[in-house]
């Protein structure tokens, strides 16, 4: 997930993020009259923000565990379910719907979006085109070696003349290079060929999105082969400075009413619960 940052946040899983999105349409209600003066708003009176009645949510389908459809055909995901919640705090009408990616950022740029959420990463080239809500979520990078290894703490010392694989044209690739060259590193097409070299023991360490990594090492496809080495890497300059809700330019009100119900979604649990469903081993 290049297009808004960082698509890897599963690569696989990867599990993508971006912080992948969604398309809000507002149905606006008349403002408020002002007291005392009819259909006149005086100079200088206080305005009434118009009263939202409706978000129209559009994120993409093919991104597990943040937007996908299940076994139903029904759309669902981590993004889906705290767009719901999101609405449940604004008391508005909420409509989620999927869309391709690319189409994403000129729908909002048209403003026959008003909002994106699909897991899209905030990166300084984003922000030229839209705004970002608050970040409700991070991407790291990890390494994962075969569990025979032992403790491996990844540093460009530790992997100095080591295997390193990663998916190729992605942003763990172009981290690698630049911060592991005395390494040696294995580019594959995708990152489920990377984790099949790590598997037959072909490459020493794996570097790729958290995320995804991390169910792929929980899953059978690994045959529990291998094992998260070290810590999460955070460099906003590769994965971004974390996922948020892309809206539109000056729209302040929609970012302002956005922040504060994931506020509240947070102080009420139910952002504890979605990640806990949606993301049952451990990233960070």
């Known amino acids: 997930m290049q297009a808004l940052g960082l698509r890897h946040i599963i690569g696989g899983l990867a599990c993508a993020v971006a912080l992948a999105a969604a398309v809000v349409v507002l149905t606006d209600r008349a403002s408020a009259q002002s007291a005392g003066n009819g259909d ?8 009434t923000p ?13 991104f597990p565990p943040f937007n996908f459809y299940d076994e139903d055909g029904v759309l669902t995901g981590f993004n889906v379910d705290l767009a719901r919640a999101i609405c449940l705090e604004l008391n508005v009408t909420c409509d989620v719907r999927a869309a391709d990616w690319q189409t994403l950022v000129p729908a909002l740029q048209r403003r026959e979006a008003d909002g994106l959420m699909a897991s899209g990463l905030v990166t300084s080239q984003m922000l030229l085109d839209v705004e970002f809500t608050e970040r409700y979520f991070h991407t790291p990078g990890r390494f994962a070696g075969r569990r025979a290894a032992g403790t491996i703490e990844p540093t460009p ?6 295997r390193i694989g990663v998916a190729d044209s992605t942003t763990h690739a172009a981290f690698v290079k630049q911060f592991f060259r005395g390494s040696r590193i294995l580019v594959f097409d995708d990152a489920d060929a990377a984790r099949e070299a790590l598997k037959a023991g072909e490459i020493d360490v794996v570097f790729d999105d958290g995320i995804s990594l991390s169910f792929w090492l929980n899953g059978t496809s690994s045959a529990q082969c291998c094992e998260f080495k070290g810590g999460p890497f955070h460099e906003p300059r590769y994965f971004g400075d974390g996922i948020a809700i892309a809206v539109p330019k000056a729209d302040g009100q929609l970012r302002a009413d956005l922040n504060q119900a994931l506020r509240q979604v947070r102080a009420s649990g139910r952002f504890v619960e979605l990640v ?9």
Do not use: H, I, N
């Open 40 to 47: 006149t708003e005086t100079s200088g009176a206080a305005r």
């Open 50 to 62: 118009p009263q939202r009645v409706a978000l129209r949510f559009l994120t993409t389908a093919d």
């Open 157 to 162: 010392e530790s992997l100095d003349g080591k």
């Open 276 to 284: 806990t469903r949606y993301f049952p081993f451990r990233v960070y």
